[in-house]
């Protein structure tokens, strides 16, 4: 599977790096205010410009502190970007000349990739600012782009600028493609015995294995041949709670382990038997579910616990009365060290995905689903009365569901969550992230008609 190539937006705080990366997605993602440090997290979502398909990255966290010469955020975002990025835009601002940390983010940039840098002023709204911004040569980083990106102006210079980079090392022009016939993460916190488990599948030392958490820093992809089918196995650096991230290799870790998650057909998450379930794997759980993919529990480290015949039945009971996110995933107990039972995981793989793309005949799915809400029709919620009128499963990659009613926006949660265990119990979707999306029934729109409450959906 190719991997899209990565554009990461650094500068100091407050130039407009969110502004940006809005402006690119053509879509408001990322948190825009005048404050400085208000994105915290680094966004990444997929885009493409011109038939090219990129990956572009917004940092965040670049508050420095006054105690350090060189800023240990800044620091920290940019040698990110350096190692993760084909194309770094970076960016200052028109209206006003080379600042200190300008300066330091320029010299750390020239000094490990200059082949990567496209210096770019925002805030060049007017024909001054736009004269102003030629001032940013001294940065030594080449003529600067002056761009507005509140008003899109220069935008789509500076894209094509990126992509005529990129294109020099990544000549795609399609999308994420797969060449597989199923692809697999495998997931957890550190030390859970990923590596260990992708080591016993593949029946070699293909990764490094070593007591110590975290050894595995990055994503590593290995192809596996079962039953005659090309299988992608894709090992993942462990992910700890953000409070545990202390240094940028750590931080790198983690981005990188939920990029993975993104280009997998089925999560496996790896618990450590002797650790029991805790709240890191279950934000692990939610990427999964956010992303749509396909999910699994193993309980790894089987051969270390005091067991009979109803311990694992007892184990997943509990586990899946405390955590209501599990209820419907299904589990294994394995050990990566033994072997045991770890072809299972692929047995159990390919199930999920094929309950991934099932089909349910639509006289079957309509007569459920208005028998459900016979039964147990939704709260009543004055003024706002909410009337079923009909439901569609969507052709995707997961089970999608349009379901049409009066007042879609004032569904309740609790009632998603009803008609969800409903298809779950009915149709066997586990393992499956399932997605409604209610909509105003209506006729379908004709030039500028009906663009009124036909436009009015919520999804879960």
């Given at each position: 599977m190719p991997t899209l190539p990565v554009v990461s937006i650094v500068g100091r705080p407050n130039v407009g790096k969110s502004s940006l990366f809005n402006r690119i997605l053509k879509q408001k993602v990322a948190v825009v205010d005048d404050t400085p440090g208000v994105t915290r997290d680094r966004n990444?979502?997929?885009?493409?410009?011109?038939?090219?398909?990129?990956?572009?990255?917004?940092?965040?966290?670049?508050?420095?502190?006054?105690?350090?010469?060189?800023?240990?955020?800044?620091?920290?975002?940019?040698?990110?970007?350096?190692?993760?990025?084909?194309?770094?835009?970076?960016?200052?601002?028109?209206?006003?000349?080379?600042?200190?940390?300008?300066?330091?983010?320029?010299?750390?940039?020239?000094?490990?990739?200059?082949?990567?840098?496209?210096?770019?002023?925002?805030?060049?709204?007017?024909?001054?600012?736009?004269?102003?911004?030629?001032?940013?040569?001294?940065?030594?980083?080449?003529?600067?782009?002056?761009?507005?990106?509140?008003?899109?102006?220069?935008?789509?210079?500076?894209?094509?600028?990126?992509?005529?980079?990129?294109?020099?090392?990544?000549?795609?022009?399609?999308?994420?493609?797969?060449?597989?016939?199923?692809?697999?993460?495998?997931?957890?916190?550190?030390?859970?015995?990923?590596?260990?488990?992708?080591?016993?599948?593949?029946?070699?030392?293909?990764?490094?294995?070593?007591?110590?958490?975290?050894?595995?820093?990055?994503?590593?992809d290995s192809i596996l041949t079962y039953n005659n089918l090309q299988i992608r196995l894709i090992d993942t650096a462990g992910l700890r709670k953000k409070t545990q991230v202390h240094d940028n290799t750590e931080y790198y870790c983690n981005m990188r382990a939920i990029g993975s998650i993104r280009k997998c057909d089925v999560c496996v998450l790896l618990i450590d038997t002797t650790m029991k379930l805790g709240e890191q794997d279950l934000k692990i759980l939610k990427h999964t579910i956010i992303n749509r993919k396909g999910m699994i529990v193993c309980w790894n480290k089987w051969d270390l616990v005091d067991k009979d015949s109803k311990t694992f039945d007892s184990l997943v009971a509990e586990a899946k009365k405390t955590y209501r996110e599990i209820k419907y995933v299904p589990m294994l107990s394995v050990s990566a060290l033994t072997g045991q039972r770890v072809a299972n995981v692929i047995d159990m793989a390919f199930e999920v995905k094929q309950r991934m793309v099932r089909r349910i005949k639509p006289f079957r799915l309509r007569d459920d689903f208005f028998e459900w809400v016979k039964i147990h029709p939704h709260p009543y919620m004055a003024p706002k009365e909410i009337r079923f009128l009909g439901i569609k499963q969507l052709n995707a990659e997961h089970p999608h569901f349009n379901i049409f009613c009066t007042n879609p926006s004032s569904v309740a949660p609790s009632y998603k969550r009803f008609l969800i265990n409903k298809m779950q119990d009915t149709y066997d979707f586990s393992g499956c992230p399932i997605a409604l999306t209610f909509k105003t029934a209506g006729l379908k729109k004709r030039g500028k008609e009906n663009t009124g409450n036909n436009s009015s959906e919520k999804e879960f």
């Open positions: 990444y979502k997929e885009t493409s410009w011109s038939g090219y398909h990129f990956t572009v990255v917004d940092t965040g966290g670049l508050i420095p502190t006054s105690k350090e010469s060189i800023p240990s955020e800044i620091h920290k975002q940019v040698d990110i970007a350096i190692r993760e990025s084909s194309a770094i835009i970076f960016l200052v601002e028109a209206q006003t000349g080379p600042t200190d940390l300008d300066l330091l983010i320029a010299r750390q940039l020239m000094k490990a990739c200059p082949e990567k840098v496209i210096l770019t002023a925002n805030k060049a709204e007017s024909e001054e600012a736009g004269i102003e911004a030629s001032g940013h040569f001294a940065l030594g980083c080449g003529d600067p782009f002056p761009i507005s990106a509140l008003h899109g102006k220069g935008t789509g210079d500076l894209l094509d600028e990126v992509c005529l980079l990129l294109k020099q090392k990544f000549p795609q022009t399609s999308s994420l493609q797969k060449d597989t016939a199923l692809n697999i993460a495998i997931v957890g916190r550190p030390n859970s015995g990923k590596s260990s488990l992708v080591n016993k599948l593949l029946k070699n030392e293909r990764m490094i294995v070593d007591d110590a958490p975290g050894t595995t820093r990055d994503a590593i």
